[in-house]
Every structure is written in structure tokens, then in C-alpha cells.
């Protein structure tokens, strides 16, 4: 059983810095291949960050230059660094595991995080 837990989000003013953390528990020995997801009020749920089992980045253009996604294998926990952050930033932020090895088999699938807010004030 995979559990993904979520923290760093917060109140910011514009212009500010947060940290996401997503911390992956269960028979996980590595995590591969995870992304970042946030939904703003009304909005779609939207991917803006990915990072692949060779260690890869993609971004959308709407945050690439300003987030940076990383990975700690040792701690099974992916951050996402959030810079210079803009009113429209504000939503409930996701991470979602697509797949983790548990030292002898690959698993792929979705294992959605709780979700944390994160609110940017102008």
C-alpha cells in the first residue's frame, strides 16, 4: 500500500518562495517517475511539474523557469520549489506517484496525494 503525504504549502505574498514536499511511504525502495499537479478554484486540475525515472524534467510553461521539481531518493520524497510566485499560482497543489520500484518489480499506476494549499496574496 502506497501512501503520498503532501506538506510546505502556506500564505505568500507575490514574489515569494515555498517549498512543496511529497513523501512516499509503503513497500517503496525507489521512487521512478512522479509529478506535481495543482487545481485552482474552478479550474481543471492541471500538471506543471514531472520528473522521470532517468531523472528528466518537464515543466508548463506557466511555472517553467520558476518551479523546480527534484527528487531524494534516500528520504522517497520528490519537492517542488516554487519561486517568484504570482497571484494565479494560488491553488490546492497534488503530487501523484506514476510509478516506484520496491526493489524487484516496477509498479505503475496512480497514487494521488492529499493535496496542500498554497495562497498567494498580491
Known amino acids: 500500500q502506497v501512501q503520498l503525504v503532501e506538506s510546505g504549502g502556506g500564505l505568500v505574498q507575490a514574489g515569494g518562495s515555498l517549498r512543496l514536499s511529497c513523501v512516499a511511504s509503503?513497500?517503496?525502495?525507489?521512487?521512478?517517475?512522479m509529478g506535481w499537479y495543482r487545481q485552482g478554484a474552478g479550474k481543471e486540475r492541471e500538471l506543471i511539474a514531472r520528473?522521470?525515472?532517468?531523472?528528466?524534467?518537464d515543466y508548463a510553461d506557466s511555472v517553467k523557469g520558476r518551479f523546480t521539481i527534484s527528487r531524494d531518493n534516500a528520504k522517497n520524497t520528490v519537492y517542488l520549489q516554487m519561486n517568484s510566485l504570482k497571484p494565479e499560482d494560488t491553488a490546492v497543489y497534488y503530487c501523484?506517484?506514476?510509478?516506484?520500484?520496491?526493489?524487484?518489480?516496477?509498479?505503475?499506476?496512480?497514487?494521488w496525494g492529499q493535496g496542500t494549499q498554497v495562497t498567494v496574496s498580491s
Open positions: 520528473i522521470t525515472s532517468g531523472g528528466a524534467t
Open positions: 509503503g513497500s517503496i525502495f525507489s521512487i521512478l517517475s
Open positions: 501523484k506517484l506514476d510509478s516506484y520500484s520496491d526493489g524487484d518489480v516496477v509498479w505503475s499506476g496512480d497514487w
